[in-house]
Structure formats: structure tokens, C-alpha cells
């Protein structure tokens, strides 16, 4: 190929920008990982990478057994029987079976002599201290949000317990049964101080508000999440829309919380598979609308699962400074989607926004989940710089590495600082 100055200009720029988004270290501001502090809730290692519900779902498109039966097996037979189905029997080129295989290349692993027992043995020598290193280098991480939820009883007795805290682990304060299953989440709150009573009244709203108070305190948490069906709406006569409305929402403004939402799952479409069996759906964004524009001194972050949504929800950004999207989510952290998004994004919102979180469940995840990632993410912005430099607009070094530092954690604590 015959190179001229442009083209070699061209590509040094796209060079230079590929190592800049490999290098910058990101905020992963949204996992299920755990601080080390919080024992076997913290997944690591290549039983708990074979068994992700990313996996198990693909299996049992092989599998033909019962699915009760596959739950019956210890998670090392569920392993097997996952790497047999999806790495022996088929080649692993699904995004979740790759992201196996990268991982293990990235630690050192051999994973081509298709030799699980050997990979077993070199997990089972690692120290979770000197992995969860390992890992974070790897992924070129500065911080990981953990999800946080009072309502779970394993954590809960964590948090009451207290501990040291690791520094790169971050808190986000899940608060879903609080939204979605009032009358329980009711009477749990009572049993543990906080006088909310089953009927919504402000002595409910000032209790919910407490409990938000001291569990974001107990957590630092960085902000308060939700996740909700595709049909959530806001305003609306009923128990979720008045406790946002009364509660969530009041206690966010006061402590400067952004509220993230997640809109578009459909939990336990088919229950059989557990953790796997949720689905997606388009969601109505109307709700998320309605949110912005009521609240204009409330934060919102959001990223919504149906790749159907997402042009809509870019233009919703673009209308309110209060929102901030983010992520590509589950079923859209796809090489192929994420390619789509963050050019859509870039192309409507700029730099203002975060294009990926993890999502990780198991920490090793991590690894493969940032490079791929990375890969596209850096693809996507070296087009949009060498189409500046086409119509004369050079960017300078540190010009890119600030543009990528804000859309790796950057704009994110930008907007979690603002007040508006
Ligand atoms: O609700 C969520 O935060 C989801 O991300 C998870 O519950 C889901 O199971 C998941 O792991 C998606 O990546
Ligand atoms: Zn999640």
C-alpha cells in the first residue's frame, strides 16, 4: 500500500489514540464485585468464570438434561460441563466464551491444551490478594463500584460488622425490593428500627429516608441505584412512583446522589434457568423523562438494556444536563453493540458520558470485559479524531488523554459532584 502524508499522519494519530484508551487506568463504576473483606461473595477463578450466568444460559441450548438437574451438581460438575458443551463440543466464539479465553491468556494460561484440570491447579495456587493485583493491572482498572444492597442478608452482616476497606473498591447502594416489593421490604425495615408501617404516609417516607441516610453513610456509597421493568412509570398512583417521589428522590437531592436506573429487564423469563433467566425488553423511556424534567435538581444516571432504546435515550441526554448515561448493559456489551453505541453517543453527546462498566461477577471478568472494550472504544474515537484532522482540526496528546480520562471515570465523578 502506497502511503502518503496524510495516510501516515493518520495513522500515528490513531496509533497514538489506541494507546492512550489502552493506558488510561478507568473507573469501573458498575459491578457485582466484592471487597476481598466480603469472603466467598467475592467470585474469582475458572469455576466461578465457567459457571457465569452468561454461560449457563448458552449451555443449555446444548445441554439435554433437565434443568433441575444441572443445579443439583456441585459448581465444579457444573463447570465441566459448561467447558465441555462450549469449548470442546463448539468453539468458544460467543462474546462470554471469549471473554473466558482472554482472561486466561492475559494470566499466562494455555488455555488451547483445552487442559481444565491444569488450569484448576494454577487457580487454586493464587492468593486473592496477589490476584485481585493481578486483575486489576490487567484490566487497567482504578476503582471498582461494587453493588451494595442492605436487603441482602449475606452483606448486611458484613457491613454491620464493619471492616478495613481496600482502597480501589468503590460502593453504589442497590436499592431494587425497596422500589419493586414494598410491602416485604416494609416489614424487613421495621424489624430492623426504622418505623415505616405498611401504608405509605410521611412517617414511612422520613423512616425510608433513615434508612437511605444510614446505609449511604455505612456504604460511602457514590450513588443509588435501581433496576426496573421495561413498563416502570413515573408519575404514577402507585407504592414505587410515590416512594421515589417522597423518598428516594428527596433523600438524593439532600445528600447529591445521583439515582441510577437501569430500565428494561425482565426478571425470570424462564425460571428454570435462576440468575440466567432473566430477559429483556423495550422499555417506555417516558418514565426516565418525566423523572428529568420534574426533578431538574436530581441526578440521573441510566443505562437501559434494549439496544432499541438507545438512540432515545441519547436524545433524552442531550435535553437534560441532569442525566447521564452509561455502560453498555448485559446483553449490549457485545463487541457489535457497543461499536454502535458509543459511536451513537459520541456522535450525540459528545464526551459527556461513560461508555462501558463491567458488569463483573467474578473478578478475572474484568480482564477480558475492559479489553474488549477497550478495543472498540478505541476504534470508535480514533475514527472521530481523524475526521477532525480531515477538516483541519488537529487534537494534541494531552487533549486526547483528557478527553479519554473523562469517559473513563472522569465525567462520571464530573456529573456525581455537580449541583444543579
Ligand atoms: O441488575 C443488574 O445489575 C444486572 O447487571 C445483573 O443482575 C445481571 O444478572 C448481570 O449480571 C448482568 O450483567
Ligand atoms: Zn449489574
Not at 421493568?229 to 428527596?250: G, H, M, R, T
Request: glycine letters at 4%; a negative charge.
Amino acid at each position: 500500500m502506497h502511503f502518503n502524508i496524510t495516510d501516515s499522519h493518520e495513522a500515528e494519530l490513531r496509533e497514538r489514540v489506541l494507546d492512550i484508551v489502552d493506558e488510561t487506568p478507568v473507573d469501573d463504576i458498575h459491578t457485582h464485585l466484592y471487597d476481598p473483606a466480603f469472603g466467598p461473595l467475592l467470585l474469582w477463578g475458572i469455576d466461578d468464570l465457567l459457571t457465569y450466568h452468561y454461560l449457563v444460559a448458552e449451555s443449555f441450548r446444548y445441554f439435554d438434561l433437565p434443568y433441575a438437574d444441572f443445579w443439583k451438581f456441585d459448581k465444579t460438575t457444573q463447570a465441566n460441563l459448561i467447558w465441555d458443551a462450549l469449548f470442546l463440543q463448539h468453539s468458544p466464539v460467543s462474546e462470554a466464551c471469549r471473554g473466558v479465553i482472554t482472561t486466561l491468556h492475559a494470566l499466562g494460561l494455555e488455555a488451547k491444551h483445552r487442559d481444565l484440570p491444569a488450569i484448576r491447579k494454577w487457580f487454586a495456587e493464587q492468593s486473592i490478594d496477589g490476584h485481585i493485583q493481578k486483575c486489576i493491572e490487567l484490566a487497567g482498572i482504578k476503582s471498582i463500584c461494587m453493588t451494595n444492597s442492605p436487603f441482602d442478608d449475606l452483606e448486611r452482616q458484613v457491613w454491620h460488622k464493619g471492616f478495613d476497606r481496600e482502597p480501589w473498591f468503590t460502593s453504589a447502594l442497590r436499592i431494587d425490593p425497596l422500589i419493586l416489593d414494598w410491602p416485604r421490604t416494609a416489614r424487613r425495615m421495621n424489624e430492623w428500627g426504622y418505623p415505616t408501617g405498611e401504608e405509605l404516609s410521611i412517617g414511612a417516607f422520613d423512616a425510608v429516608k433513615k434508612f437511605l441516610a444510614d446505609w449511604a453513610e455505612r456504604m460511602d456509597a457514590k450513588y443509588v441505584m435501581v433496576s426496573l421493568p421495561p413498563d416502570f412509570e413515573f408519575p404514577a398512583n402507585n407504592e414505587s412512583a410515590e416512594l421515589l417521589d417522597q423518598a428516594v428522590l428527596p433523600f438524593c437531592r439532600d445528600a447529591g446522589l445521583p439515582l441510577a436506573v437501569m430500565p428494561g429487564v425482565v426478571r425470570q423469563v424462564n425460571p428454570q434457568l435462576l440468575l440466567a433467566g432473566d430477559g429483556v425488553e423495550r422499555t417506555n423511556l417516558t418514565f426516565l423523562k418525566n423523572l428529568c424534567a420534574a426533578f431538574p435538581q436530581n441526578k440521573f444516571a441510566a443505562t437501559v438494556l434494549a439496544r432499541e432504546n438507545q438512540h432515545e435515550l441519547c436524545v433524552l441526554a442531550r435535553k437534560f444536563r441532569n442525566l447521564h448515561i452509561f455502560g453498555c448493559w448485559w446483553f449490549t456489551n457485545t463487541p457489535s453493540i457497543i461499536e454502535e453505541m458509543t459511536r451513537e453517543r459520541t456522535e450525540l453527546v459528545g464526551l459527556s458520558y461513560t461508555p462501558q462498566h463491567s458488569d463483573a461477577r467474578v473478578l478475572d471478568q474484568i480482564i477480558y470485559k475492559w479489553q474488549h472494550s477497550r478495543t472498540v472504544i478505541g476504534d470508535v474515537l480514533a475514527d472521530k479524531y481523524v475526521d477532525l484532522l480531515r477538516v483541519g482540526w488537529e487534537c494534541s496528546e494531552e487533549e486526547i488523554q483528557r478527553d479519554v480520562e473523562g469517559l473513563f471515570g472522569g465525567d462520571f465523578a464530573r456529573f456525581c459532584r455537580a449541583s444543579f
